[in-house]
């Protein structure tokens, strides 16, 4: 089993900046990708952005330029910084990742618990 615990959410005034967290723990032989997601009140959950083990990236074109994904692959970890906040950001932030147990497995999708970000106008 795999676990991922966000971090870093919170409060934040328009045109502020967070960094989220993610790390990852548990039996892992490899992360192949990690993305950040995000769901609004009464809105569909939505991708946000992506960072594979390679290190190529994409993102949501709300936030390009905006946000930049990292991931530190001794330590199981991506992040999030967020900068330029805007109220419409406001959401559940959740961590993802497809993570391969062992050598011989496809790999499966590991998903957080997810990190409250909340931006005031």
């Known amino acids: 089993q795999v676990q991922l615990v966000e971090s870093g959410g919170g409060l934040v005034h328009n045109g502020g900046s967070l960094r989220l967290s993610c790390a990852a723990s548990?039996?892992?032989?490899?992360?192949?990708?990690m993305a950040w997601y995000r769901q609004a009140p009464g809105q569909e959950r939505e991708s946000v952005a992506t960072?594979?083990?390679?290190?190529?990236?994409n993102y949501a074109t709300s936030v390009k330029g905006r946000f930049t994904i990292s991931r530190d692959n001794a330590k199981n970890t991506t992040y999030l910084l967020m900068n330029n906040l805007k109220p419409e950001d406001t959401a559940v932030y959740y961590c993802?990742?497809?993570?391969?147990?062992?050598?011989?497995?496809?790999?499966?999708?590991?998903w957080g618990q997810g990190t409250q970000v909340t931006v005031s106008s």
């Open positions: 548990g039996s892992i032989f490899n992360i192949n990708a």
């Open positions: 993802n990742a497809h993570v391969q147990e062992h050598r011989y497995s496809n790999g499966r999708i590991y």
């Open positions: 960072i594979v083990s390679g290190g190529d990236t």
